[in-house]
């Protein structure tokens, strides 16, 4: 070869060379930018942007620059599956995560199952998705219903006991899942004694949830369950307020986040009492330097303070990014193995991904909402939950047994 061929030759080489080095890895996003829950979809959207950017600064995912693809679920199931399929076969994501509501999560795990891809699901808290829908491609990053209901029961059962319980229901998987467990787990399975309601979803009207606290306050209970999540919580309690309500019974929402109570404003909120895997102020409260860093930074660069969804769609990038490179690819089996049963100490004290059911599994808390005068206190106004219970991830969540029961009685197989 002459040398001008040999020159032409090393170019082209090297041209190729640096074409398959800038080929980013990709991931996707499916979550909710409009309807009911488009604050929390928010919320992962900037805690997902915020990790994306850190790894990429750092220098990637073995030498890739992650990009982030996202897709408008409006938390729809259907919707959010099609979202999947788009962004597994038209974009060549490596990874997808997201939902707000459980079926959305549901749903787009199995489309992306189907096409051998992994999904972790950030806000979905029915037991179904790492119960009797769990299967070999589904991560959840949060807790669960049973997980809510074990530490929720905790506090109440010691500073509610013997009062009767009134349940708001969203009429769907989580809803179904949170109610039962809480039920279960408080002693209130009597539908007789402890009364409720389901409400419509995802288009419930205030009218509905009127309708509802009607019912509530002229059953006399005492402890006022609302089973409900985002704007839909938002709207029943403002109306709870107005009854007065909130002055008569015991307000509780069993997954609470920042967003839901910034969007009802503190004075409001003041009292209510909710269940979280994790909040703001967990980290200075128990000294966790990895969390602070992350709370810091987030509230530096958006001007306001990270929600649990913010912390989980976060959480899960940096996840994903460890396990490929622990599997040394983004091989989909290769990262499953390297997910199941890894331990790993991020914003919090230490949490591993369960191997039989893939349910992440982390300590647990019941937040009540402070005075509005500390809530205002904050930098951001956003002071809003004291820490009043906690139990660790093994206590909270369901044994091998429990879930395989769980997983007889829906007649699916007991492992993924």
């Known amino acids: 070869m002459n040398p001008a061929k040999a020159l032409l030759a090393a170019c082209l080489l090297i041209l190729a060379a640096s074409t398959v080095a800038a080929e980013t890895l990709k991931i996707g996003l499916n979550y909710p930018q409009t309807g009911r829950y488009k604050d929390q979809g928010l919320q992962q959207r900037l805690g ?147 009364f409720g309601v389901k409400t419509p979803f995802p288009r419930a009207y205030v009218n509905d949830f009127q309708s509802a606290l009607n019912q509530a306050e002229a059953s006399g209970a005492k402890v006022l369950m609302l089973v409900l999540f985002g704007e839909d919580m938002v709207r029943a309690l403002n109306v709870a307020y107005e009854m007065g309500l909130t002055k008569k019974m015991q307000v509780v929402v069993p997954n609470l986040t920042l967003g839901m109570a910034r969007q009802v404003g503190p004075t409001i909120m003041e009292g209510v009492v909710g269940g979280s895997p994790w909040v703001w102020n ?45 599997a040394g690819t983004t091989n989909t089996q290769s990262v499953i193995r390297a997910l199941e049963g890894h331990r790993y100490t991020f914003l919090k004290d230490e949490q591993y991904w369960r191997e039989f059911d893939h349910q992440n599994v982390q300590s647990v808390y019941v937040v009540k909402v402070k005075p509005r005068e500390t809530i ?41």
């Open 48 to 194: 997902a942007f915020l990790a994306v950017d850190e790894i990429n600064k750092a220098g990637g995912v073995r030498g890739q620059q992650l990009e982030l693809i996202i897709r408008n679920s409006r938390s729809e199931p259907d919707k959010g599956a099609r979202n999947t399929a788009d962004l597994i076969d038209n974009e060549g994501v490596q990874m997808v995560f997201g939902g707000v509501s459980s079926g959305v999560a549901i749903a787009s795990g199995k489309a992306a199952r189907d096409r051998n891809r992994v999904y972790f699901g950030t806000l979905t808290y029915s037991n179904a998705t790492t119960g009797s829908e769990a299967h070999t491609h589904m991560f959840r990053e949060p807790y669960n219903a049973w997980m809510t209901a074990k530490v929720l029961s905790q506090y109440l059962n010691r500073n509610h006991a013997d009062e009767d319980y009134f349940y708001i229901t969203a009429d769907y998987t989580w809803g179904w899942s949170v109610e039962e467990s809480v039920r279960k787990f408080t002693g209130t399975e009597d539908t007789k004694r402890h």
């Open 282 to 326: 967990v980290p200075y409260e128990l000294d966790y330097p990895r969390g602070k860093e992350f709370v810091e930074t987030f509230s530096k660069r958006y001007e306001m303070r990270p929600s649990t969804a913010a912390a989980s769609a976060y959480s899960i990038v940096y996840q994903y990014k460890d396990a490929v490179e622990r």
């Open 376 to 416: 205002m206190a904050d930098p951001f106004g956003s002071d809003y939950f004291s820490i009043v219970e906690s139990m660790p991830g093994e206590n909270a969540v369901q044994t091998r047994q429990e879930w395989e029961a769980r997983r007889r009685a829906a007649g699916k197989p007991l492992s993924l």
